[in-house]
């Protein structure tokens, strides 16, 4: 199974992040929108990352110039025909992923993996969408894509060797280091991390500290690089709370149900960053 030509669904901050990542390691990419301005828009949005890149010094232009010649965007579904791989980033909502891995399959060549960037859904339930489950697998990367250095390989039981070596040798190439997890809600990282986040949550609607104060307290004391409630702003308020809905209703561990102040925040749009205003504000 050789990879060479990736197409991308979905073009939020994800999905924009993996098509970069892609065609600065070498890959052909298309990146899929629904509609094409919105596909222009990431690809003018991944040009100004490029450029950062050039004005830092990490990137020089000629390699700017061959990334952007191998991205291209479109609003039509079919143009991933004839890719070796696609990684859907849409919407965390089973249903519309299960829908779109039934259009996939129709439209893409027999011999293309098709691989999700979920973070919590089961992959065993978009692969029976398929008539191809053994090339169904998950490919999860994490944001910012360009930067973090983990991939999450998810393996449903359907999936076979040849899928799983393909995509460690397509992450190995955009320069990550892949691990190989079990189909289970969470896999590694949000399975550990969002039980945290959920309980600093908890701590601040309990009035042990302020906001700013836990995150200043996780950061000096555990020496992480950034605080509880700015990661929950980064990750997007709705993005959390889907994916401890998702674990509570896969393990009801009492530990993944979601503290009500989240719930609300989210019911208000305080989204975090995206929305502009979180638990910090991001509007000035």
Do not use: W
Request: hydrophobic fraction near 45%; aromatic fraction near 6%.
């Amino acid at each position: 199974m050789s990879i060479a030509r990736i197409g991308i669904v979905g073009s939020g901050i994800m999905g924009s992040g993996i098509a970069e990542t892609a065609a600065t390691s070498g890959f052909e990419v298309v990146l899929r929108s629904r509609n094409q301005s919105t596909a222009d828009a990431t690809l003018a949005a991944i040009e100004k990352s490029l450029n950062r890149q050039v004005e830092k010094g990490k990137r020089t232009e000629t390699e700017r110039d061959e990334a952007l010649a191998r991205v291209s965007g479109t609003s039509n579904l079919a143009a991933l025909k004839d890719t070796d791989l696609v990684i859907e980033s849409v919407v965390e909502d089973l249903a519309v992923k299960k829908e779109l891995f039934n259009e996939l399959d129709r439209i893409t060549k027999d011999g293309t993996i098709l691989a999700t960037n979920t973070s919590t859904l089961p992959v065993v339930e978009l692969a029976m969408q398929t008539g191809r489950p053994d090339r169904v697998c998950g490919v999860h990367f994490f944001n910012p894509a360009p930067v973090m250095s983990l991939v999450e390989l998810v393996r449903p039981i359907t999936a076979s060797e040849e899928t799983l070596a393909a995509v460690r040798t397509f992450a190995e190439a955009c320069g990550k280091t892949p691990v190989t997890v079990k189909d289970q809600a969470g896999f590694v990282v949000n399975a550990l991390l969002f039980p945290y986040l959920n309980n600093a949550v908890r701590l601040y609607e309990q009035g042990v500290a302020s906001i700013a104060d836990i995150d200043t307290a996780m950061r000096g004391g555990c020496g992480f690089p950034m605080g509880p409630f700015a990661l929950l702003d980064l990750v997007g308020l709705d993005t959390s709370l889907a994916i401890l809905d998702a674990l509570y209703h896969e393990f009801k561990d009492p530990n993944y149900a979601a503290v009500p102040l989240l719930r609300r925040m989210v019911a208000a749009e305080l989204l975090g960053r995206k929305s502009g205003q979180g638990f910090f504000d991001y509007r000035s």
